[in-house]
T-cell receptor, first 115, second 112 residues
Framework: AQSVTQLDSHVSVSEGTPVLLRCNYS??????LFWYVQHPNKGLQLLLK??????LVKGINGFEAEFNKSQTSFHLRKPSVHISDTAEYFC?????????????FGAGTRLAVHP | GAGVSQSPSNKVTEKGKDVELRCDPI?????LYWYRQSLGQGLEFLIY????????KSGLPSDRFSAERTGGSVSTLTIQRTQQEDSAVYLC??????????FGAGTRLSVL
């Protein structure tokens, strides 16, 4: 069965430093992978996606992720974080079953950026 | 253009009451999804619509939950005889041809 594991439930970093949020997936075929961000009391916003092609994917707000098939990973990183990046981040894999796609989410990583 | 719109944004209800949650997807999006986000359970898939039909209702937690979609657009998720364990944020997403899903801000349901 497909699943997503986010290896860190909480990450705390200083403003201006780099951050790495880790995600591992299991999928029986070539996956479509996503990172979403959720700010407090807000919905999910798509940060970036990997559907096919280049393994390095750039998203909004300076985030990027790298698809690594051999390690079944899709880690999210940002070279220099801002206070406004404080939020919860969800990694997801798209699963095709029963004739349609649905998203399987990881448990989320809470990122706290402090001054 | 407008994104996915959900209403109400917050709903407080008493145990045993029925509630209706509404989702207005992005215009032209054929696929619509409902998810539930609760403490300890993360994000759970509830139901998927393609047009007006829901080929998979297996994610609905119990027979108190139902959903419909009319005109290939607006969807309502109905919870009958609400229980405290139904308290959660209910998220709706839409996509075009089952591709990338775009989410609304959610409805925060509190059952007292």
């Amino acid at each position: 069965a497909q699943s997503v594991t986010q290896l860190d439930s909480h990450v705390s970093v200083s403003e201006g430093t780099p951050v790495l949020l880790r995600c591992n997936y299991s999928s029986s075929y070539s996956p479509s992978l996503f990172w979403y961000v959720q700010h407090p009391n807000k919905g999910l916003q798509l940060l970036l996606k990997y559907l096919s092609g280049s393994t390095l994917v750039k998203g909004i707000n300076g985030f990027e992720a790298e698809f690594n098939k051999s390690q079944t990973s899709f880690h999210l990183r940002k070279p220099s974080v801002h206070i406004s990046d404080t939020a919860e981040y969800f990694c997801a894999v798209s699963v095709f079953s029963g004739g349609y796609n649905k998203l399987i989410f990881g448990a989320g990583t809470r990122l706290a950026v402090h001054p | 253009g407008a994104g996915v719109s959900q209403s109400p944004s917050n709903k407080v209800t008493e145990k045993g009451k029925d509630v209706e949650l509404r989702c207005d997807p992005i215009s032209g999006h054929t696929a619509l999804y409902w998810y539930r986000q609760s403490l300890g359970q993360g994000l759970e898939f509830l139901i998927y619509f393609q047009g007006n039909s829901a080929p998979d209702k297996s994610g609905l937690p119990s027979d108190r939950f139902s959903a419909e979609r009319t005109g290939g657009s607006v969807s309502t998720l109905t919870i009958q005889r609400t229980q405290q364990e139904d308290s959660a944020v209910y998220l709706c997403a839409s996509s075009f041809l089952q591709n990338i899903q775009y989410f609304g801000a959610g409805t925060r349901l509190s059952v007292l």
